[in-house]
């Protein structure tokens, strides 16, 4: 199975400014069909996830540009550019390459500081 | 809009069984594989079971095999999931999702 592995798993960030989470695979992501499937997934409090990115940089319709990816191979990132309240909580990262399983990351909480 | 309402939750003791479903509105449902994803109290997401849009293939995580089956039914834009021989550690919240849009969950507690 591929293993993700984010860091940090507690994040807290100050209103209006940055913030990156870091998502490391124990092996490549890319497909034999030249793709990475790589994505990004926003679970707010109380709420049902929501994927936000995926194949490691496209944001899904409705997500602000202030989320981007980045990455390749097996190191990936979500930054948020100037963090807002309505982002505080759980971010996962996902993949689709190697399946199954889907596996997750373990999931980095952010929060206001 | 896509919506994806999860239904079939309960309290239920080990050993028991439940059906979960997750009715699919707002897309083409038979163009899609359906996912399961779990997320016990507190912690994260877990991948549990996927079936092919058009039912032919079906794979599922190494502890849920042979207790839990998927299935579908097209006409119904209805995706299921019978769970057996039920344990403590598979209480959670069970999603049902398609890689780009999750349902908001039914919640399965197991405890005697």
């Known amino acids: 199975d591929v293993v993700m592995t984010q860091s940090p798993l507690s994040l807290p960030v100050t209103l209006g400014q940055p913030a990156s989470i870091s998502c490391r695979s124990n092996?490549?992501?890319?497909?034999?069909?030249?793709?990475?499937?790589l994505n990004w997934i926003q679970q707010r409090p109380g709420q049902s996830p929501r994927r936000l990115i995926y194949k490691v940089s496209n944001r899904d319709s409705g997500v602000p540009d202030r989320f981007s990816g980045s990455g390749s191979g097996t190191d990936f990132t979500l930054k948020i550019s100037r963090v807002e309240a309505e982002d505080v909580g759980v971010y996962y990262c996902m993949q689709a390459t190697h399946w199954p399983p889907w596996t997750f990351g373990q999931g980095t909480k952010v929060e206001i500081k | 809009q896509v919506q994806l309402v999860e239904s079939g939750g309960g309290v239920v003791q080990p050993g028991r069984s439940l059906r979960l479903s997750c009715v699919a509105s707002?897309?083409?449902?038979?163009?899609?594989?359906m996912h399961w994803v779990r997320q016990a109290p507190g912690k994260g997401l877990e991948w549990v079971a996927v079936i092919w849009s058009d039912g032919s293939n079906k794979y599922y995580r190494d502890s849920v095999k042979d207790r839990f089956t998927i299935s579908r039914d097209n006409s119904k834009n209805t995706v299921y999931l019978e769970m057996n021989n039920l344990r403590v550690e598979d209480t959670g919240v069970y999603h049902c999702?398609?890689?780009?849009?999750w349902g908001q969950g039914t919640l399965v507690t197991v405890s005697s």
């Open positions: 707002g897309f083409i449902f038979s163009s899609y594989g």
């Open positions: 999702m398609t890689l780009s849009y």
């Open positions: 092996q490549s992501l890319v497909h034999s069909d030249g793709n990475t499937y």
